[in-house]
Structure formats: structure tokens, C-alpha cells
């Protein structure tokens, strides 16, 4: 089992891809800290991780809070003595429009919920993989931001791109203490996010070379390799795991 015996910290746990980590997550051996802001979602998958034989706890809260990032680091230490590792997954894409008419509002939430959280994440993560002898840490970012520049997501590229070089740092940072950092970038997903509109999501899997979405576990087993030690010598990348998006110009 590739995290066996490890603690992880899964954000966006209640729904689309950070749901599925958690199914894997656990199979896998892993013991889990779950957060996002719906509570009935979240208990319903710890449920189905314990009727499954796996460990989870969870605490629901706003990754926009510092003081929620702590309480998720307190959670792990408190019921399994420690944490190796986190998948700051929790993300939103914010109101869609160019940017001479988005609203300051909106560019402000979609900093927070993406980019922010991840600062805050990294902040009470760190020491707390450092009392451990070392660790994991993976943000998702996205294709938007990186290889596209898709018209309408101008904040969420923003945010997204800034995980990215967060990543870097940190990753030098922490290298000598045995922290990985890395950023993670999944190409279109099959999850609430990217909505029920058939018609986009046609747009969208012409993005990619293999023309399809991916499914949720497809990018929680991505994570899941950059949270394993199969992933030993991997830190400060930005892992695409994008169907192709990156390459594809047709
Ligand atoms: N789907 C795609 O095509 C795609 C592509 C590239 C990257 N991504 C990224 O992948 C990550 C997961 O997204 P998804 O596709 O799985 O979407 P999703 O199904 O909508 O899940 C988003 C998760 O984030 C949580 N969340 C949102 N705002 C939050 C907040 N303020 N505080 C705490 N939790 C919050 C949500 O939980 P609650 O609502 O319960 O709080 C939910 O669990 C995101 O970072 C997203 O940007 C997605």
C-alpha cells in the first residue's frame, strides 16, 4: 500500500477530486484528516472509509481562515500523533467574465480559496512535517494559468499560476529537511466544478489529445503518487496530469 501508516491531509475532501483522494487515499493506507465546508458530505465519506476499514476524521471549515488550516494540523497530531503529508485541493473558479468587468469582489475570493489557503496550508503544515522528520505537500493548481490562457478565468489563472511558484519555494526551502512540494495540474475534470453544460464540456475535451475528461481518480492517483515515496526524488515540480491539454494545439 503506497501510504500506509502515513497521515494526510486532504482539503476539497467533500466533493469531485479531493473525494475520490480520499477513497483511494485510504485504500491505500492512509490515514486521514478530511476538510471542506459541507459536514453531512464529509461524515458521509468518513463513513464509507470506515465501513470500508480505513481511518478518517474531518472538520469542517473555510480554507480562506488561517485558523481552519491550523485546526486541520491540530486534528492530525491529536488523533494520530503527526502528519507526512496534505493535498490542498480545496479550489473554486470564481464568476466567469474578462477582466475590465470582473468585480474586485470576486478577484478577492478567488485569491483566497485558491491561493491564500495554500499559504496558510503550507504555514502550519510545514513545522509540523518538520517535529515529523519530513514530508509531502501537494497543491492542485490547473491547466488554466499555465498552458491556456482560457478567456473569462483571468483571477483563477492568477491564483492557480501562483501556486505554482509557491511550490518552487517552498520546495527549496524545505528540500533540506526532507519536505516534497509540488504543484499539481489536472487538465478538465469530470466534477461539480466543470458543471452539466454539454455543449462546454465538448469545448473542453477538445482541449486535450486523448479528447476526453478525466475522472476524478485519475488525478487523485496522480496525487497520490506525488504523496508516496515513489515519488522520493519529485519536489518543486508542477505535475501536469492533463490528458494531453499541454501539447494538444489542434
Ligand atoms: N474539475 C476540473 O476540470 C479541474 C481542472 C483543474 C483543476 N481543478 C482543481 O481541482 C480542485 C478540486 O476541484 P474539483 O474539480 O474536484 O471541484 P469540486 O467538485 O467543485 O470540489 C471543490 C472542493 O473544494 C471545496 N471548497 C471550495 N471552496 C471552499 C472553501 N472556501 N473552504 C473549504 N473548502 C472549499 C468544496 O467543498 P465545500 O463546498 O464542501 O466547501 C469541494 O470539496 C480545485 O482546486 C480545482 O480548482 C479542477
Do not use: C
Amino acid at each position: 500500500m503506497l501510504l500506509d501508516g502515513k497521515t494526510i491531509i486532504i482539503t476539497g475532501a467533500s466533493s469531485g477530486i479531493g473525494a475520490a483522494a480520499a477513497k483511494i487515499f485510504a485504500a491505500e493506507g492512509a490515514r486521514l484528516v478530511l476538510g471542506a465546508r459541507r459536514s453531512e458530505l464529509l461524515q458521509k465519506i468518513k463513513d464509507e472509509i470506515s465501513a470500508d476499514g480505513g481511518e478518517a476524521v474531518f472538520a469542517a471549515g473555510d480554507v480562506e481562515d488561517s485558523h481552519y488550516a491550523r485546526e486541520l494540523v491540530q486534528l492530525a497530531e491529536a488523533h494520530f500523533g503527526g502528519l507526512d503529508g496534505a493535498f490542498n485541493n480545496a479550489g473554486v473558479t470564481g464568476d466567469m467574465g474578462p477582466i475590465p468587468d470582473m468585480q474586485e469582489d470576486n478577484w478577492h475570493k478567488v485569491m483566497a480559496v485558491n491561493l491564500n489557503s495554500g499559504f496558510y496550508a503550507a504555514k502550519h503544515q510545514i513545522p509540523a512535517m518538520r517535529n515529523r522528520g519530513g514530508g509531502s505537500i501537494v497543491f492542485t493548481s490547473s491547466f488554466v494559468g499555465h498552458t491556456i490562457g482560457l478567456p473569462g478565468m483571468g483571477a483563477y489563472a492568477a491564483a492557480k499560476a501562483g501556486l505554482i511558484g509557491m511550490t518552487q519555494v517552498l520546495a527549496a526551502e524545505h528540500g533540506p529537511e526532507k519536505i516534497r512540494v509540488n504543484a499539481l495540474l489536472p487538465g478538465g475534470t469530470m466534477t461539480p466544478m466543470a458543471g452539466d453544460d454539454a455543449n462546454f464540456h465538448e469545448v473542453v475535451r477538445d482541449f486535450h489529445a486523448l479528447k476526453r475528461m478525466a475522472e476524478p481518480s485519475e488525478i487523485a492517483r496522480a496525487a497520490l503518487f506525488l504523496l508516496s515515496d515513489h515519488a522520493s526524488f519529485v519536489t518543486g515540480s508542477a505535475m501536469i496530469a492533463d490528458g494531453g491539454n499541454s501539447i494538444n494545439k489542434l
